[in-house]
């Protein structure tokens, strides 16, 4: 059974200082691994998607790592903001291009204090 | 802009009752999912379209369906709600092997 598990679930951290989240998985075959931010009460949106062959790809403040190995991801956020507060989501896909199933982790619930 | 919206974003109903979540994306999208969101679980896919016409069951399919008459709407129909169907869900849609954009949400509670 394809599974994504994230750690920690719930962080809080101090503005400006930064931080790491950790995704696993066990997923076949793989296709390709997502972040995605999700506000309260909101939608999620994605900030990353790594295929195979990258291992780090960044967007602004986020960095993401992939280490298909492992099979393990991390999002590292840096000089956090209070708009970081969010629910961050790892998303795995699996199977063929056209026909690709997503499993969702259950999120790290990120809070930011002033 | 296009977008993908959802409505209503708020609804309280009874055991028993049938509800039409609606779904409407501007994209020209050929794929649209519905999830549910709840606490303790990762997004689970209820039903998914690849096109006009199209449906497919996900992993929590049982007491909803879909159907697809045009490119823009999936509505999702709860056939008789149950307390166990409380829940948020999220509409979303993609191009085929793209990412997937979601809706608001709908946060349904049945009583």
Known sequence: KNQVEQSPQSLIILEGKNCTLQCNYTVSPFSNLRWYKQDTGRGPVSLTIMTFSENTKSNGRYTATLDAD????????TASQLSDSASYICVVS????????????????????? | DAEITQSP???ITETGRQVTLACHQTWN???????????GHGLRLIHYSYGVHDTNKGEVSDGYSVSRSNTEDLPLTLESAASSQTSVYFCASSRTGNEQFFGPGTRLTVL
């Open chain 1, 70 to 77: 492992t099979k393990q991801s991390s999002l590292h956020i």
């Open chain 1, 94 to 114: 699996a199977g063929d291009f056209g026909n690709e199933k997503l499993t969702f982790g259950t999120g790290t619930r990120l809070t930011i204090i002033p």
């Open chain 2, 9 to 11: 974003r708020h609804k």
């Open chain 2, 29 to 39: 999208h050929n794929n649209m999912f519905w999830y549910r969101q709840d606490l």
